[in-house]
């Protein structure tokens, strides 16, 4: 499509420039960002609004709504990983090596930006933001392809970032933003490989899925998240009741919630009465095996189909098991490789734990809800890859460079 040709020179063009900038340059292109999104506030509030009404109207599942939500605070939050992404150090340019050949020639490696970034999301007006930010600070240029869901949101906030670097004298098609909606758009997307360097999609499996079987852009799979929490004989039960509640309640609509509970037999009669009276405040649905049916008087059976499901809801799958061992193998089969936790005071299961769980963040007597880049510290992500090539977890600043090769000689020729 035309229009996204233009785009993507248009990308190209900005990344060069971009390429140029020192990083104080950069850092106040992030700071007037951050001080726009809070002066435009109730503007982006009211472009919102229009979204949730929408998607109210369509029947949007709670968790998407939650999703899609910008409140004051979390506009806020927004601004502030903005600010926390210019604090920090700016990796391009890092010589990361440098070795002398017995030639005399010195061959290092050097941190440079990808160069444009696409990212396809749905339903998250955050990542509209958390994208720019990352991309910025590292010298791409970034299209983005929001959902129909969020079109609104999105727009607000990305025009408010273009005026903020346009006032700045910065280049304001160092981010870009895809408003046409329909399928052929984001199918003409993944095709742009010839300005587009890489491609991230972030939402659901049905996104993730068809962006990696369609794509001639090179993808960095972000993943669903069905994270398990594990609570080992040894576990501390008060502790394991609010590690489980802030999990699964504190926000449902994201991929890093818990979705599945596996419980060692030994501890399970101690367990149930105080956990499920908790889960019981937020009315959270209990799908069990017999053992937990048996404890829990409203749980309702499990079918295979729980034991892998990301419900983005008040749901919980619930299983027994008889050892470490056997949570491990359980969670190796049915998980998406985000992030698993283990609630134990054994150290030997803990180590067991973190040695073989095959996912991109393991925990020990902590949340899975930290799975986050503004909470690793990286001031925001650009999405939580639970592949292995090149990215892995949540992805901040380095995963959004490459290297290339510095090489200095003095006359050297190859005989």
């Known amino acids: ?32 960002a951050a001080d726009a999104l809070e002066a435009e506030t109730e503007a982006i509030l009211k472009a919102n609004e229009a979204d949730m009404e929408a998607g109210r109207e369509k029947g949007m599942h709670r968790g998407l709504l939650d ?37 005399g020639l010195l061959i290092g490696q050097k941190r440079v930006p990808l160069g444009v970034v696409g990212i396809i999301y749905e339903s998250r007006p955050n990542v509209t933001a958390d994208a720019f930010g990352l991309c910025f600070k590292t010298g791409n240029a970034v299209i983005l392809k929001g959902g129909s869901d969020a079109l609104h949101s999105n727009k607000a906030i990305a025009d408010c970032i273009r005026n903020a670097l346009e006032s700045c004298g910065l280049p304001a098609d160092a981010i870009q933003l895809v408003e046409s909606a329909d399928r052929e758009t984001a199918r003409a997307m993944m095709r742009l ?11 659901g499996a049905g996104l993730i899925r068809t962006v990696v079987e369609n794509s001639t852009v090179p993808v960095i799979e972000t ?15 008060d502790m394991a009741v609010r590690i489980i509640f802030n999990a699964k309640t504190q926000r449902i609509g994201v991929c890093n919630a818990c979705e599945s509970l596996l419980i060692h037999e030994g501890i399970s009669e101690k367990l149930w009465p105080a956990l499920s009276s908790r889960l019981r405040e937020k009315q959270v649905e209990i799908r069990g095996d017999e053992t937990v049916c048996r404890l829990v008087p409203e749980a309702v059976p499990a079918a295979e189909e ?54 991109a963040a393991v925990y020990v007597n902590a949340s899975t809800r930290f799975t986050d880049g ?15 090539l090149h990215a892995r977890g949540p992805m901040g600043l380095l995963a959004l460079t490459t290297t290339k090769y510095i090489v200095y000689g003095n006359g050297q020729i190859r005989p």
Not at 3 to 25: T, V
Not at 223 to 237: F, K, L, P, Q, R
Not at 324 to 348: F, K, L, P, Q
Request: charged share 30%; with cysteine; aromatic share 8%.
């Open 223 to 237: 993943g669903t998240g069905n994270c398990h929490i594990y609570v080992d004989e040894s576990a501390d039960v």
């Open 374 to 388: 503004f909470e690793f510290g990286f001031g925001a992500e650009i999405g939580i890859s639970t592949q292995k």
């Open 67 to 103: 999703r899609l939500l910008l409140t004051e605070e979390r506009i806020r939050a927004m601004a502030q990983g903005l600010r926390q992404i210019a604090s920090l150090e700016d990796p391009v340019g890092e010589v990361i090596s440098m070795k002398k050949r017995p030639n």
């Open 306 to 359: 729980d034991w892998g499901k990301e419900y983005l809801d008040y749901i919980l799958s619930a299983r027994t098991v008889s050892s470490v061992d056997e949570a491990i193998a359980h969670i190796n089969r049915y998980n998406t490789g985000h992030s698993e936790a283990i609630i134990t005071r054994d150290y030997e299961n803990a180590q067991k734990f973190l040695d073989q769980v095959d996912a």
């Open 193 to 203: 490989d010839r300005y587009i360097d890489v491609l991230i999609p972030r939402g």
């Open 1 to 32: 499509m035309e229009i996204l040709n233009q785009m993507g020179e248009r990308a190209r063009s900005a990344a060069f420039q971009m390429g140029k900038l020192e990083s104080p340059e950069k850092d106040r292109g992030l700071l007037a």
